[in-house]
């Protein structure tokens, strides 16, 4: 497990939208949803961590739609993200990167993979692999069945990477000294799916670079993939951005928001309030003095006064307890 050591309206909307007078190329970050419905509290603490993290840096903050996988993309839900990241005052940089435009850019690196000997076809099933051993994220551990080659009378049907029984460590800001065994906790892990689709953790890696993406303020839900993504860079010879994994906040089941848990979408009215939520939940509770504030002020604000040690590690359970007010608690 990690160780821890002690669309085209989309293009049309996407003209540069920020302008604080700096320029700087040593920090970009980027906040990358995926537009399966609209944002919700989770997505906005995200959000507004990694907004805050570029502005108090003087650098760059840039929107990517994570649309590779078409069938759970509900239509328009990119155009509303984009609406209330505007209503929200989360203002990005140049325009949005749209995954699912870039297929040509995911094949070119999976034909070096492919030329570097990195990958291989795999003919696996599902069911083929239910008895497979499982992570401690319900992840089937890839037992390595087409590595020497797909059995006979088998078709391939994706493309796995090699991966090394070698730890990959990385510092997270946040969370400290991470560390992974890709060959014991995930196994050869997938580049192409069996349906022709690029996998997310390729076309991470491709577009953080192409992007130039210097740091990345994300999820805890996603520091288990860090390692898969710093692997892949390797391979083809990217940079590793810096990186940090806000924590989660959680129905009171414990689940992460999301649409699958029914996460209310992030309301027309009180955008004030909400932001001050989530500041609050990541360690920036505004003054007393900005009750009331408006977007704009409330970020302003934070921007000057945004430290991501203050961040804890601890999740938060979002409670609804009325129309007028939500509450963050946080996890015991």
């Known amino acids: 497990m990690l160780r821890r050591p002690a669309s085209s309206r989309i293009r049309d909307r996407t003209p540069a939208r920020h302008n604080s007078g700096v320029n700087s190329p040593s920090y970009i970050g980027r906040f ?14 995200a959000a507004v961590a990694s907004y805050l993290d570029a502005r108090a ?28 990241l505007d209503d929200y005052g989360l203002h990005w940089d140049g325009d949005v990167l749209v995954q699912s435009q870039r297929d040509g850019a995911y094949a070119a690196a999976l034909n070096t993979l492919q030329a570097r000997g990195a990958v291989y076809p795999c003919a696996c099933t599902r069911s083929q692999l239910a008895d497979a051993p499982r992570n401690h994220e319900g992840e089937i551990i890839y037992p390595g069945t087409c590595r ?3 059995p006979d009378g088998l078709l391939a049907r994706a493309w796995r ?34 349906d022709g689709l690029f996998a997310y953790q390729l076309a991470v890696a491709v577009d953080d670079a ?30 590793t951005p810096t990186y940090a994994h806000v924590p989660l ?26 932001l001050t939520q989530a500041l609050a939940f990541l360690g920036h509770p505004p003054p007393a003095k900005l009750a ?17 040690e203050r961040v804890s590690t601890r999740p938060a359970v979002a409670r609804f307890a009325s129309a007028t007010e939500n509450a963050l608690t946080p996890d015991p």
Not at 165 to 192: M, P, W, Y
């Open 249 to 274: 906040i959680t129905n009171a089941a414990g689940q992460k928001l999301s649409k699958q848990t029914r996460a209310p979408a992030l309301p027309a009215h009180r955008r004030g309030a909400e």
């Open 292 to 308: 009331g504030a408006e977007p704009a002020e409330l970020l302003a604000w934070a921007s000057a006064h945004w430290k991501i």
């Open 210 to 239: 192409f992007q130039g993406i210097t740091h990345i303020v994300r999820g805890a839900d996603l520091l288990w993939n860090t390692p898969r993504q710093i692997h892949l860079q390797m391979l083809l010879g990217l940079p």
């Open 57 to 84: 840096a003087g650098g760059q903050w840039r929107v990517r739609m994570e649309d590779l996988d078409r069938p759970r993309c509900e239509p328009g839900a990119a155009d509303i993200i984009l609406q209330q």
């Open 161 to 194: 990477v090699r991966v090394p029984d070698v730890s990959t460590r990385f510092l997270d800001r946040i969370h400290g000294d991470v560390q992974q065994n890709l060959a014991r906790e995930v196994g050869d892990f997938v580049v192409k799916r069996a």
């Open 32 to 45: 990358a949803p995926s537009p399966t419905g609209p944002l919700h509290q989770g997505s906005l603490a």
């Open 148 to 150: 020497k080659g797909v």
